[in-house]
């Protein structure tokens, strides 16, 4: 079965340093991707998505993600970090050409950002 | 144009009892899906509404049942509630499955007591 593994339950970055999450899939056949966002007490935010067009995909709040089929990874990174992107972050995939359409995510990495 | 909305925010129930949590997906979208989110085995997908019917399930046990309307509204039910079942619950739209991606609600936060 398809899965998502986030390397890092918990990330701390300094304000202005890099942000790197890392997402990694099992299966063969590369899945659509997806990173979301989750603030405390809110619900899921899509950043961005990857759907076989290129391989490098910008999204929303500056953050971007690296399709690496021979990886199986979809890692997470914006140049430089600001306190407003503490939260946690959820990577996802849904299988192509199956029947299944659901999101399957990742365990989440919570991303904390030091002054 | 409005997102995903859910009623209530916030629940607190008894065990044994049964509740009901509400979805109004983003106008036009005709897939709703329901996830539960819980710090133990993180987010969780429920099932898939599409034009009334559902179209996917995940793992749970028969006490959590859905329904969507023909305006696309959803609602999942949960029966026989247990301390387990306190979660965050999401509700997700979208046009249709695979690259379009889902539209997420604030949430239902259910407690168990």
């Known amino acids: 079965a398809q899965s998502v593994t986030q390397l890092g339950s918990h990330v701390s970055v300094s304000e202005g340093a890099l942000v790197l999450l890392r997402c990694n899939y099992s299966s063969s056949v590369p899945p659509y991707l997806f990173w979301y966002v989750q603030y405390p007490n809110q619900g899921l935010q899509l950043l961005l998505k990857?759907?076989?067009?290129?391989?490098l995909v910008k999204g929303i709040n500056g953050f971007e993600a690296e399709f690496k089929k021979s990886e199986t990874s979809f890692h997470l990174t914006k140049p430089s970090a600001h306190m407003s992107d503490a939260a946690e972050y959820f990577c996802a995939v849904i299988p192509k050409g199956g029947s299944q359409g659901n999101l399957i995510f990742g365990k989440g990495t919570k991303l904390s950002v030091k002054p | 144009k409005a997102g995903v909305t859910q009623t209530p925010r916030y629940l607190i129930k008894t065990r044994g009892q049964q509740v009901t949590l509400s979805c109004s997906p983003i106008?036009?979208?005709?897939?709703v899906s329901w996830y539960q989110q819980t710090p133990g085995q993180g987010l969780q997908f429920l099932f898939e509404?599409?034009?009334?019917?559902?179209?996917n399930k995940g793992n749970f046990p028969g006490r959590f049942s859905g329904r969507q309307f023909s305006n696309s509204r959803s609602e999942m039910n949960v029966s026989t509630l247990e301390l387990g079942d306190s979660a965050l619950y999401l509700c997700?739209?979208?046009?249709?499955?695979?690259?379009?991606?889902?539209?997420f609600g604030s949430g239902t936060r259910l407690t168990v007591v």
């Open positions: 990857y759907t076989s067009a290129a391989t």
């Open positions: 997700a739209s979208s046009l249709d499955w695979g690259d379009y991606g889902y539209t």
């Open positions: 106008s036009g979208h005709r897939s």
């Open positions: 509404y599409f034009s009334e019917t559902q179209r």
